[in-house]
């Protein structure tokens, strides 16, 4: 029998949507009661955490918000929701100031007092609001200490939720979590669900999220039968730290380091984005500059190391040193001088653009559930702007605290039900019953990361992704079968066979929507169609169907704003 | 090169052990590479906690030859000779092998009010001044990930258990240096209490673990300080 757990809002993850969500619903009313699912620590799980460069907010003129969604949508290449995307840029100042002012954050003020922003790639303005070059601890921090003392909002330290339950009507009630300390299953019962686990593609062979994500919120609305969208926009930051053999292998150096000047120089030294993008050079937007990098990497003009180099060393020691202190530090600890010579980088995968198929107000097509941030899809179309990563992940979060707070007013709490749950964590307690042996569990995952990297990374085609839709079904059976040694209480391994199991479903998403885009665009890149499509923008739409994923287009709504009709095409692309 | 790796092992119901194991280290490998190898290919079992990886959340912290390190960026390179050994945060209660129960940490900031609570009379966009000396200071302070390296480190914190550790102090400096700040008042009540502010030793050992290179120590006194002149009728 599983305990059960009654709550009024469950919220499945505690990045900045998790705790904004769970801020803004425990404040609409003391009497609601909140709960929070936490992968790990409080404040220190997922990646807002990792956000190093910043916030983008429009603040003063001439800035406006028109600029700030022209730029969205242009780095998105046009796919984003509109209303999604205007929302973002309608709401992200007045959260900026909340932040401020109601949670305590401490953002870089310039000496007159404003609010200081700085120069982030691929935007008409300086935009991006900062605490240094570490900017999610400051939230993170901000945002955990005051859910610490709320007294309506409890959180589930390192549990996760593993099912979506659902109430006989077929309605969201709430979720299946597993405590990750004492390996037993809790049945949470809530009348409003929020999926806000942040993604993550730790589906690559380099990643630069944090390794505690494995795309769970995508994998658990799939098997709920939800409509995901835009899977196939996985963005790659150009500048991930190379380390050979350490799992800091694709950290990364943050953005404002191009956006200050940095220059990015391949292994014979050539500043080589004047070949990709001449105008904009190394500030282009990240997919341009990843896959640069890359090319220059794959045909043979990289570093000893498989990598490009950045150098800052021409803004000055000294100006390094002070603006980027904890890049300077991040380096130094592996014995790199970032503030005096070139460092070794290489395009890392960081951020999933697309997501579950939300509205303005966080809404999914399951009644009940409610998604904010990576796991939801949209804001950001094709390519995600730096900047725009945590002001999402805030703003819908707290919009979905209000949606939330407002929808359970008055509804009863749905029964979910019990047996559909009991038999979920039957299957996925069943690896630690079973023998070890057969095939070995980071075995299949590093095959997974490969295939992958290799197949579904920066540069893809039909061919590779058809070979790795079948590659990742056979891993998939394969793990499904491994045994897990030892008992439920912490088993690291077992938890990293539930993120296999996430990882390999989002990882057929990708696959599936990748192949269904016959175009380049933004971030996904097909050397088999290299121009984007001159017909009618779509978006990707996925949902469960018979045993496979089922895969169609929908047109994107201009709702907002059209594509000029000389726009340069987004996956412009000059070496091969 | 071979290094090995002198891991604390317990469960609950067992006693207190540790174990040796042998890996294969590069230039760049670090304390946590090193765990998770183990983990992956001689012992499935070994509990140890990590999330980001690279530095940013605190969550691999761990006593390393004897001080408190973060093991993801700590390189066995630059450990010296010998075997490394690994054993969990003083201070704290075990959970398993490496993982400790961090709710005590929580604890101590929340009783030091360790919230920012914004002022009821604040005025819109109120902030603390660009090139003011407070925030000069607050900046010092701010950038703690929350490791509880410093309490793991304080000799303090386990002979006396009201006394906050250092992380809450360093935090609680910050607080009283915001002007939008609504609970400064009642948070001196609690640091110029008998087991805050007076408890330090000063051994400064906080700050020589802190792996963000802050000063609690020195926030300690700066507290101290301000809460002087706030007795001696200062505005503090």
Known sequence: ????????????????????????????????????????????????????????????????????????????????????????????????????????????????????????????????????????????????????????????????????????????????????????????????????????????????????????????????????????????????????????????????????????????????MAHYDPARLERSTRDLVARASFTEITQGRGTPNGGVWIDVSHLGAELVERSFRGMVKRCRDFGRDLARAPVEVAPTTHFMMGGVVVDPACRTALEGLFAAGEDSGGVHGANRLGGNG???????????????????????????????????????????????????????????????????????????????????????????????????????????????????????????????????RGAHYRQDFRAPDPGPLYSVRVRAGDGAPAVWTEPVALTRARPPATAAPVAMETGD | MTRTLRVFRWSPGEAERTRDYRVEAVADTTVLDALVDVQRTQDATLAFRYACRVGMCGSCAVVVNGRERWACRTRLGDLGAGAVSVRPLYHFPLLRDLVVDLAPHAERLRRTLGAFAPRVDAAPHAHVGGDSRARARIDEAIECIGCAMCVSACTLVAANARFPGPAALNRALTLQLDSRDGARAARWGVLLGDDALARCHGQGNCTEVCPMGLAPTASIIRLRRLGLSRLLGGSG
């Open chain 1, 390 to 520: 945590v002001a999402e992940s805030t703003v819908f979060g707290g919009i979905a605290g209000d949606v939330m707070a407002e929808f359970v007013a008055g509804r009863a709490a749905p029964r979910p039900e019990a047996a559909a749950l009991e038999a979920a964590a039957g299957a996925l307690a069943a690896p630690l019953g079973r023998p070890r042996g057969g095939a070995d569990l980071y075995a299949l995952w590093r095959e997974l990361r490969e295939v992958m990297w290799d197949r579904a990374g920066l540069v893809r085609d039909g061919a590779g992704l058809a070979a790795a839709a079948r590659e990742v079904e056979r891993l998939e059976a394969l793990g499904a079968a491994v045994g897990v040694e030892g008992g439920p209480a912490f088993n690291v391994a077992w938890q990293d066979w539930l993120n296999f199991r996430s990882q390999t479903t989002a990882a057929r998403l990708i696959i599936t929507s990748a192949l269904t885009r016959r175009e380049s």
């Open chain 1, 1 to 272: 029998m599983i305990e059960t757990l009654e709550t009024d809002v469950l919220v499945l993850g505690a990045g900045g949507a998790g705790l904004c969500a769970a801020l803004h619903a425990a404040d609409a009313s003391p009497r609601l009661a909140v709960t929070v699912v936490v992968k790990g620590l409080l404040g220190r799980a997922g990646c807002t955490r990792m956000v190093q460069g910043g916030y983008n907010a429009v603040l003063t003129p001439p800035d406006s918000l028109e600029a700030h969604l022209g730029d969205t949508l242009a780095g998105g290449g046009w796919i984003n929701d509109q209303e999604l995307a205007w929302t973002l840029v309608r709401e992200a100042p007045g959260r900026v100031l909340e932040l401020e002012a109601r949670y305590g954050c401490f953002f870089d003020r310039r000496p007159d007092g404003r609010i200081h922003q700085k120069p982030f790639a691929g935007q008409t303005h300086d935009r991006t609001v900062h605490k240094g070059d570490l900017t999610g601890i400051e939230i993170m921090n901000r945002l955990a200490e005051q859910v610490l003392v709320r007294g309506n909002v409890r959180a589930l330290e390192e549990c996760r939720a593993v099912e979506l339950a659902r109430d006989a009507d077929g309605r969201a009630a709430g979720a299946l979590v597993l405590d990750v300390r004492t390996g037993r299953f809790l049945a949470v019962r809530a009348r409003a669900t929020l999926l806000a686990t942040g993604g993550g593609p730790t589906m690559y062979k380099v990643i630069a999220c944090s390794a505690d994500k494995a795309a769970d919120g995508i994998a658990l609305a799939y098997r709920a039968g939800l409509p995901l969208r835009d899977m196939e926009m996985i963005q790659f930051h150009p500048t991930g730290l190379v380390v050979p053999g350490s799992l800091m292998t694709g950290a990364l150096l943050e953005e404002g380091l191009r956006g200050a000047g940095g220059r990015l120089l391949n292994g014979r030294g050539e500043r080589f």
